[in-house]
């Protein structure tokens, strides 16, 4: 591919998804159109125009590259650190090296840089003006406030991928001395650098040119050398992981239980509680919106412009198929204690990343998923709930402690084994008989009550189970991520810029700010990221 | 008040001088006999108040004044109502109320119109209930058997016939009844392994289990086989046993006497000898219609050190394995090879000159033996009790004098179609503890033997003379006049036989069943006779004795309160006849087929009026005859009606008839 080729499609890429930026500005405001007349109209053409002026330059396809961990990880705070450090620093440390710079036009940074200053300006005169009505009317609904505070971060937000756009274009394209092809996705990662997400990959063009593009920020690689980062890194895991996602092996957690493989013949790779127990690993890295699978992002990427509408495009990431030996991976429970966990003296590693997930969510986490129709069998994997309700109500075995058997002769060993416990007749023929029913009754609360104590405490172990909120933990992204490394982050003038007190809609903003330390995204926004896509 | 007044009138009262102990002793020496007790209690109000209070056991009849016989007796505590074939939910509530804890046995084998309902308010007040006869209630449900399972004291249950309970009832009663030691489960076929075997493993004080017939196979059998006190085990026809499961036994029951595995069609003897491997202490074994009896499964039982009783019915036998069991080293006191096939002269001889302590002896339909059998037996068990012989045609007159020469301790003869004759009953009637004797379709004997008989059997309390053609009222009237203790006759079609042998047989007080159909000469007056002389009258066959009409059964009605099964079929009687039957409150069991003049509305009427009726026997033309509803309605009571479509038949004379039968054969 000539150089020439290349610039102009990612220049199209670009502008498309600059189109699309200010597009979602434009919905942003026509969703609250009643608002327009009092503040002023933003000029959405101008991006474009812009973007088309410098067309044949290419910063923005660094941008691209280097925001893309970032936008893939939304709820990451050190995504974030790192972007706003970058705005904090960008003026000093944009034009540290020019000359080392290819391809870096400043005619076009000064032009987005103008227009950067436009954007301020704008946002400025509106939060103006929000100030002013405030004194004016004091009874505003909570709704206005929340459209204002939306409007406010839809401004931002175009600010922020603008500045990183401009700072973007300052990337040199040297060959990064770094092994790791992206310092983010290294952070991002836990210590031991499992977790590469695996949206990096959705491209393998993208990628390859991920791992050429050096840290574009002096203080990004610094806070990379706090981080162990695992040797064997370097962007080989990803594809494993995704055609294991594409598989979807459904239980396999146990498949590694016979194969006895020598200690040290594999690498034992460890994800962090909050990478298993995240929802999605597959991120948009326009919109932001997460997927389980690779294969569905590729899918919806393909609304964001013709160019991901190419078979290249579609295709599936090709494991890349190099001649080295590939050493086999295995995985580590995080829970400490557990079998699965490479400390244990006894360790069984877990075969896919699967496994880990299903294994730590039946292990270490309540079971949330309670069955619907007998309301007392409860599950952690949405899956084992599934297969069970299809099997459900055929348990037609019922031992006086509420205990159900699909096998007769199941039943019978357990009344056989345990005393006191009867046979119990199903309830169509027990209806009648009434003086048999308290004893039983209170026997059945009885043992029932013992039974789940007793398969909690079989489960967990510990007290993490009782602990977690099973629900918080799975559908309050909040609690997916751990403070983790927060304090040793060098927030380098992160205060300075002034966060945003309010909700900001996750559809544009989420994947920048969402993670911020001690910034609590809001759950259940109707502006989800299906709004968007 | 009325004491006062005899108390100062001085008037001198005997039965004052008895007090109630004494009175309780005298009333304990009346069990026998129940009229006797009704006798006692009707003396005066202190004696009809102390048998109120003496009474345990009741058996009453089906009547509206069950209540008011419950409160006379406050401390019943076995109650039979096994004549009551309607007991209801309410019913069971009252005995309930009334009978509370001092009952121990109710026997509810006979109705089925009961439910757990009844059952769990029963159990709710007699909390020392320690028997259980639910036998024939079908309709009961699993729902029953964990209502059951609240009588914690329960010690023996009968579930004969209660098809609709399954495993899990089972399995409730398993862990309820804790101290059961009888269980039978007879025909539960909805009874499994799984029920069995948790009977076995909760029920640890088991010693009889009755599995006839329950769907079980070998995989409940190590646990039965480890109760610690089981004694009695039968699993007839449990077709679920093979050898190769039972040879992976490893013990039998150490505590086992009992073993009945008849008609267990897959069980040889590798099976037998594995299940009895082990069992010491068996000493009775029943393997009726089972395997063929060789040598490998007598050697199997030969390691039963204390084994007596055996019981081969209806298998084939070979020669050499009767000599085999000639050579156990341990003694048999009895033993059956009723219809066993193979059963030659060779090897009983043997046997029976190895087992001298013999007592009862069964070769019913064994049809080659011939009098070489008879006299060895004879000669060498001298201490027999009884001897069956059925059917044995080719033992000759003389060996039948042998055996009254030799065995004097002989209690049960049957003789059934054999060559006996007078000289051979001669020979019995030596035998002075004779109480059963069955010389039907015997055509060699008359009055003369029949005289002896009765001159020195006085204990005969069952005689059998069905179509002994040549006995006429002399001979009925010598056993009448000897055998005062006759209990059972049968007299069918003798055709000789009139109304005088009745007379003379109403001196037998104790005669409770009495057959004589095919009789023509006996008319009612006979019958009347009967009716008052023999009160305990409870079977009564004049099937074509067609002198027999309405007066007959007038009296009947009148005398015999106890009548419970009566076959009036060909008789003279109509609906006169039919009606005044219907007062016996005991009747339960009719037979009506080919009597003239009788139409439906006759025989619905008597229905209606006998109300304690259980099954009725009907020509299956009347099923058209009476309106359906009407039908329903006596089944609600507890009747079943069977349909008989018998054609019209005449009498046949007893020669004829008997080579009709052997033409048969």
Known sequence: MDSEDKLSSETSRNSSMRNDSSKRFILDHQRFSHFDSQQPRLKCDDPASLDYEIGTEPPFSRFNQSSEPSSSRPCNPKAQNEILDQLDVRANEMFVDPTRIHNWDPRAMLSNLSFLEQKIHQLQSLVHLIVGQEGRISGRSDELVAQQQQLVSADLTSIIVQLISTAGSLLPSVKSTLSTGNPFVSQLGNINGVGCPPSIHTNDELEQENRETKGFNHSDVEQKANYVLEQNYAGKSNPSISTIEEHEFKDEEDAGEGENLPPGSYEVLQLEKEEILAPHTHFCLICGKGFKRDANLRMHMRGHGDEYKTPAALAKPTKESTMEPVLIKRYSCPYVGCKRNKDHKKFQPLKTILCVKN??????????????????KRFSVIADLKTHEKHCGRDKWLCSCGTTFSRKDKLFGHVALFQGHTPAL?????????????????????????????????SSGSGIQNVLDPKSSVDDPSNYFSPMNFDTCNFNGFHEFPRPPFEVPESSLSFLLSGSSNYIPKTGGSLGSESLS | MKKQKSMEAFEFKPFDLLNDEILFAILDCLEENPVDKKSFSLVCKSFYFVESQHRKTLRPLPSDFFRKILNRYPFVSNLDLSLCPRITDNTLSMISSLCNSTLRSINLSRSKFFSHVGLSSLLLNCLSLVE??????????????SVIREAKNLEKLWLARCVLISDLGI?????????????????CFSVTDLGVGLIAVKCKEIRSLDLSYVPITNKCLPSILQLQYLNDLVLVGCAGLDDEGLTNLRQGSMSLE???????????HVGLSSLTNGAGCLRQLIIAYGPPVTLALTDSMQRLPKLQSVKLDGCQITSSALKAIGYWCISLRELSLS??????????????????????LDITCCREITRVSIDNITTSCTSLTSLRMESCNLVSEEAFISIGQNCHFLEELDFTDSEVDNEGLKSISRCSGLSVLRIGICLNITDEGLIHVGMHCPKLIELDLYRSAAITDLGIAAIANGCRMLEMINIAYSKDITDSSLISLSKCSRLSILEMRGCPCISSMGLSAIAVGCKQLTRLDIKSCFNINDSGMVRLAHFSKNLKQINLSYCSVTDIGLLALASISCLQNVTILHMRGLTANDLAAALVACRGLTKVKLHSTFK????QPFIEHIESRGCAFQWRDKPFQVAVDARSWKRQLEATL
């Open chain 2, 171 to 187: 399995g409730c009663i398993a862990v309820g009844c804790r101290k059961l030691k009888l269980l039978s489960l007879k025909w």
């Open chain 1, 426 to 458: 199903p309830l169509d023929e027990t209806k009648g008989s009434t003086s048999d029913g308290g004893e039983s009754n209170e026997a059945t609360a009885r043992v029932r009550s013992t039974g789940f104590n007793f398969s909690s405490s079989t």
């Open chain 1, 359 to 376: 294994h730590y969510k039946r292990t270490h986490c309540d079971k949330s998923y309670i069955c619907s129709r007998c309301n007392s």
């Open chain 2, 132 to 145: 259980l006869d639910l036998s024939n209630a079908t309709e009961l449900t699993d729902s029953a058997a």
């Open chain 2, 339 to 360: 219809k066993c096939s193979g059963v030659t002269d060779d090897g009983l001889s043997f046997l029976v000159t190895r087992h001298k302590e013999l007592r009862k």
């Open chain 2, 258 to 268: 009992t073993l009945n595995l008849s008609d267990c069609q897959n069980v040889s």
């Open chain 2, 624 to 627: 058209s005859l009476l309106p």
